[in-house]
């Protein structure tokens, strides 16, 4: 994530998996494996958990969650933290800690709520049931729903029109969209008065302005 935000070639990401599942979730023989005296050692495992949902997060650049099948635990709140989520029609989503005696991780506690509420939320942590791609959708938890042999060509094209536009705006709107959940109405106008000020000093501001004047589709370059 650090080097794609680095990288101005970069105008989008897709993170998909492979084979016939997204992520079956935490690997339970290398969580049986910490020392169970030793907290240390396993907050520092939580602590790397942390770090790649927020490099995922604050990525501001479109990324785009290709969920091919199975999505689990802490892999389901890696898909929650892309901007748009994909799923095939045989994906399947669980939040499965409560099977194995856990409270979510990665970020869950946090997004869920946000996105479909808490009377939607505490069932899918307490009873741990998977959810199919079609009622992920109806929940508010996926973006759209397209059949398998069709998912990673559908996450390209939808990755090469993102990143046809202006990204770097894309990016800024992301943060404001991000961070703006925790903010009054008052703040938030003023920190979008702040990136609109940055937006209007960008090369793809230009652009737009010229190409609506000529009357011809804009070419952005993210700057």
């Known amino acids: 994530?650090?080097?794609?935000?680095?990288?101005?070639?970069?105008r989008a990401v897709i993170l998909k998996g492979e084979g016939n599942a997204f992520s079956a979730g935490g690997n339970?023989?290398?969580i049986?494996?910490?020392?169970?005296?030793?907290?240390?050692?396993f907050?520092?495992?939580m602590m790397l958990v942390k770090k790649t949902i927020l490099d995922l997060h604050s990525l501001e650049k479109p990324v785009i969650a290709a969920v091919n099948g199975a999505a689990y635990g802490a892999v389901f709140n890696l898909a929650l933290a892309c901007d748009v989520i994909l799923a095939s029609e045989k994906a399947r989503f669980c939040?499965?800690?409560?099977h194995v005696g856990l409270a979510p991780d990665a970020g869950s506690t946090y997004l869920l709520p946000r996105m479909i509420g808490t009377p939607r939320t505490f069932p899918l942590i307490f009873?741990?049931?998977?959810?199919?791609?079609?009622?992920?959708?109806i929940m508010g938890l996926i973006s759209k729903v397209v059949p398998g042999e069709k998912l990673e060509e559908e996450a390209l094209t939808l990755a090469r029109k993102l990143a046809q536009g202006p990204t770097r705006a894309m990016g800024l709107a992301k943060r404001l969209v991000y961070t703006g959940l925790g903010k009054s109405l008052s703040d938030q106008l003023d920190e979008e008065a702040n990136v609109q000020t940055i937006c209007r000093l960008t090369e793809d501001h230009r652009e737009g302005l010229r190409a609506f004047k000529e009357k011809r589709t804009p070419g952005f370059k993210g700057k």
Do not use: H, T, W, Y
């Open 127 to 137: 009873l741990g049931e998977p959810v199919s791609a079609q009622e992920a959708q």
């Open 95 to 98: 939040q499965v800690f409560v």
């Open 1 to 10: 994530m650090q080097d794609a935000g680095r990288d101005p070639d970069i």
């Open 32 to 41: 049986e494996s910490f020392p169970s005296g030793d907290m240390n050692e």
């Open 43 to 45: 907050q520092d495992f």
């Open 28 to 30: 339970i023989k290398e």
